[in-house]
């Protein structure tokens, strides 16, 4: 079956870093863009960067521009989303979603395949 799934999250302190994976089966990731959203609670689902089939880097939110930095590694069929200088409003659960055109859309609505997400607690 076609499946993500994301790993990484924890509890961090104010100004500290997590590193967050996402990992396909079943398919190859890098015929897609991938696309890394975060829901906190009593929120809607938000888009934090999106990274489309060609490398291209896009949809990264204001409140983490700077800080938060999408890669991927196709041999390992993995995309990464790495988080610096972290706040206690990052907190949320982190998912990773494909989109099969392979461009990143602005609304989550429109992507495909997701993870069952990652809690990242941000907290003294």
């Known amino acids: 079956q076609l499946q993500l799934v994301e790993s990484g999250g924890g509890l961090v302190q104010p100004g500290g870093s997590l590193r967050l994976s996402c990992t396909a089966s079943?398919?190859?990731?890098?015929?897609?863009?991938i696309g890394w959203f975060r829901q906190a609670p009593g929120k809607e689902r938000e888009g934090v960067s999106c990274?489309?089939?060609?490398?291209?880097?896009?949809n990264v939110a204001d409140s983490v521009t700077g800080r938060f930095t999408i890669s991927r590694d196709n041999a390992k069929k993995t995309v990464y989303l790495q988080m610096n200088s972290l706040k206690p409003e990052d907190t949320a659960v982190y998912y990773c979603?494909?989109?099969?055109?392979?461009?990143?859309?602005?609304?989550?609505?429109?992507?495909?395949?997701w993870g069952q997400g990652t809690q990242v607690t941000v907290s003294s």
């Open positions: 079943g398919f190859t990731l890098d015929n897609y863009a």
């Open positions: 979603a494909t989109q099969w055109s392979g461009f990143c859309p602005d609304s989550p609505n429109f992507y495909n395949i």
């Open positions: 990274m489309r089939r060609s490398g291209t880097i896009t």
